[in-house]
């Protein structure tokens, strides 16, 4: 357990209000989310069935809550982990056509995570993915979305200031674009970590590009990425700097999909060739499904963000250890 305690912390506003404040919030970025992209709120899974090979493994470490069900005995049914491919198969089966999309309220059981004050075991993001050409898989791409996101981040500020003018953090005016491996090159004694403090301090918002693939000094992945839904050259974070807690704070994970090309590349990189098999990747090999890009945006960090709070157990209900209730409490930090 890793927790911040900012000195002299006062919230400026109470709990009713710090609710009233993330209906707000919540409300007016997903009507900006939808404009911006062009993409549909739709209904989405809590669960998947393992044997389709749609949940996200993230790093592939982290353990998926799972059960199973009386009227499917032999099957094991996994609580999501994000909706990365369920999205793309999404899109062909509701008949989405070309820049169109679609985003949904995900939640998630993530019962591996390291808690902190910006991390919890209950996972709330809009995830979203839209469709593009194959012609558009490239940079330039991922950089207009990202920015169209930021928009829709600031545009959201606007109206959090407007009706709490106390209680709102400001953000910075653009967004900065740089590479896992120029911060390699840059800081090459520093961790990933320190180097996306050092470069979001600088920047205020950045967006880190090309997560997952070895760099090339340490030989090691900036950060894992798991290997069959974002292509590692055309991904990243979208990060800002968290004055309150002097670090870094992830809003966003997103990139540009897998390619059929891309697909086998990562996989025989990540030594899980066998996933090739499985029905998602087996439609995306025989070109059943549309080349696509798409995120996550975390709901609760987003609140944190934009309202300064020191602590995302303000903005959500959670489970905490003891310990860091106990320390929250002592500071002035009122945990939901």
Known sequence: MSLILPRDYQPTLTIRDTEAAIVCIRDTFQAELASQLNVQRMSAPLFVDKATGLNDNLNGVERPVSFDMKAMPDAEIEIVHSLAKWKRLALKKYGFRMHEGLYTNMNAIRRDEDLDNFHSIYVDQWDW???????????????????????????????????????????????????????????????????????????????????????????????????????????????????????????????????????????????????????FHQMLLNGELPYTIGGGIGQSRLCMLLLGKAHIGEVQASIWPEEMVEACEANNIKLL
């Open 129 to 279: 993915e839209k469709i593009i050409g194959k012609t558009e898989r490239n940079l330039n791409t991922l950089e207009v979305t990202v920015n169209q996101i930021f928009k829709a981040i600031k545009n959201t500020e606007k109206v959090v200031a407007s009706r709490y003018p106390s209680s709102t953090y400001h953000l910075p005016g653009h967004v900065s674009f740089v590479t896992t491996q120029e911060l390699e090159d840059r800081w090459p004694e520093l961790t990933p970590e320190e180097r996306e403090d050092r470069i979001a301090q600088e920047e205020k918002a950045v967006f880190l590009m090309k997560i997952g693939d070895k760099l090339k000094r340490s030989g090691q992945p900036h950060d894992g990425r798991a290997p069959d839904y974002d292509d590692w050259e055309l991904n990243g974070d979208l990060i800002f700097w968290y004055e309150p807690l002097q670090r870094k704070l992830e809003i966003s994970s997103m990139g540009i999909r897998v390619s059929e090309e891309s697909l086998r590349s990562q996989l025989k990189k990540a030594h899980a060739e066998e996933r090739l098999d499985l029905p």
